[in-house]
């Protein structure tokens, strides 16, 4: 059965490299501090505000519409990551697009009218 590990219980059990304290000053980085208090998410705090508009963490955690907007929050303001960088797009590596392969000319194909995967067959080949 897998378990989750809330702060303090990691505190307890682990020991961490990074600290507990947030870069606004706040003693502890906690989930309620970064969706409802912390100022460095405050101009991306709007994204959850449209799920809920005093940011409820169960219903942000627990509905589907709360959740989504969790993931843009997420992506948007780069809270919750080692980083804390801001949105995939700045590092996004462009890769090129899938395109069709050119069509095949070699056996004349442009001029052939009959559907791809038809086979002709004799009368001959009923009689068998």
Same mark, same amino acid.
């Given at each position: 059965?897998?378990?989750?590990?809330?702060?303090?219980?990691?505190? *307890?059990?682990? %020991? !961490?490299?990074?600290?507990? =304290? $947030? /870069?606004?000053?706040? @003693? *502890?980085?906690? %989930? !309620?501090?970064?969706?409802? =208090? $912390? /100022?460095?998410?405050? @101009?991306?705090?709007?994204?959850?505000?449209?799920?809920?508009?005093?940011?409820?963490?169960?219903?942000?955690?627990?509905?589907?519409?709360?959740?989504?907007?969790?993931?843009?929050?997420?992506?948007?303001?780069?809270?919750?990551?080692?980083?804390?960088?801001?949105?995939?797009?700045?590092?996004?590596?462009?890769?090129?697009?899938?395109?069709?392969?050119?069509?095949?000319?070699?056996?004349?194909?442009?001029?052939?009218?009959?559907?791809?995967?038809?086979?002709?067959?004799?009368?001959?080949?009923?009689?068998?």
């Amino acid at each position: 059965m897998g378990q989750t590990c809330t702060l303090p219980l990691c505190r *307890l059990f682990h %020991r !961490r490299t990074e600290p507990d =304290d $947030c /870069p606004c000053g706040a @003693p *502890l980085q906690t %989930r !309620r501090h970064i969706l409802q =208090d $912390c /100022p460095r998410y405050e @101009p991306t705090r709007h994204i959850l505000r449209a799920a809920s508009a005093q940011i409820d963490l169960p219903t942000i955690l627990g509905t589907e519409e709360g959740i989504t907007a969790l993931a843009e929050f997420i992506e948007q303001s780069g809270a919750f990551t080692k980083t804390g960088e801001r949105g995939r797009d700045e590092k996004r590596v462009d890769t090129p697009q899938a395109t069709a392969p050119p069509p095949d000319d070699e056996d004349g194909a442009d001029s052939d009218d009959s559907e791809v995967g038809e086979v002709e067959h004799s009368d001959d080949e009923d009689e068998r």
